[in-house]
């Protein structure tokens, strides 16, 4: 089975700008989660989406939204970007609901707001 | 709200030598808890759940509803267990929190 991938790996953009991450499940699996990795802040919970409905977002504001599509594939998007929104965007998929299954995690999008 | 706390930052112990991760969580529920590890240049992977009550790589963890923890124990830690671990809590709301890691280094 292919893991979760993310897309893109690394990217550069500047202040104001908006970007857009892509996540592809483990075939299969239905939820996907959304996490933000700083060195200051740890993983922090962005949203998670269960057969293309949001069920649960973490405290970011209205410039953090994301998608999920009828594959499972799913979207984030920060739009007006700030230099703090520089971090490692974490995808994970599981089978079922998060928390009541194992979370199967991306690479990782690695994004730098100059 | 669930919370999930890791005190210590960083941690070094010897190889051979024992070494126990702390994990506080505060849930007034029924919580589910995990330890996630990530080692250097690699993603970030599941080592064990409490429900499973299983050994995973020599690593055990017993949920402790008195003291609300959750610590993840070795009895003799190897060069290769250097890595950071996270301690997480899922309650009612099915949302996965983290805590803050654990970058255990295992010196030779």
């Known amino acids: 089975k292919a893991g979760v991938t993310q897309t893109p790996r690394y990217l550069i953009k500047t202040r104001g700008q908006q970007v857009t991450l892509s996540c592809s499940p483990i075939s299969g699996h239905r939820s996907v989660s959304w996490y933000q990795q700083t060195p200051g802040q740890g993983l922090q919970f962005l949203f998670e989406y269960f057969s293309e409905t949001q069920r649960n977002k973490g405290n970011f504001p209205g410039r953090f939204s994301g998608r999920q599509f009828s594959n499972s594939r799913s979207e984030m998007n920060v739009s007006t970007l700030e230099l703090g929104d520089s971090a490692l965007y974490l995808c994970a998929s599981s089978e079922g609901v998060p928390g009541a299954n194992v979370l199967t995690f991306g690479a990782g999008s690695r994004l730098t707001v100059l | 709200a669930q919370r999930v706390t890791q005190p210590e930052k960083l941690l070094s112990v010897f190889k051979g030598a024992p070494v126990e991760l702390k994990c506080n969580y505060s849930?007034?529920?029924?919580?589910?808890l995990f330890w996630y590890v990530q080692y250097s240049r690699q993603r970030l992977q599941l080592l064990l759940r409490?429900?499973s009550r299983e050994s995973i790589k020599g690593f055990t963890a017993d949920l402790n509803k008195g003291e609300t923890s959750f610590h993840l124990k070795k009895p003799f830690a190897q060069e290769e267990d250097s890595a950071m671990y996270y301690c997480?809590?899922?309650?009612?709301?099915?949302?996965?929190?983290f805590g803050s890691g654990t970058q255990l280094t295992v010196l030779p």
């Open positions: 409490h429900i």
């Open positions: 997480a809590l899922t309650g009612s709301a099915r949302q996965l929190t």
């Open positions: 849930y007034s529920g029924s919580p589910e």
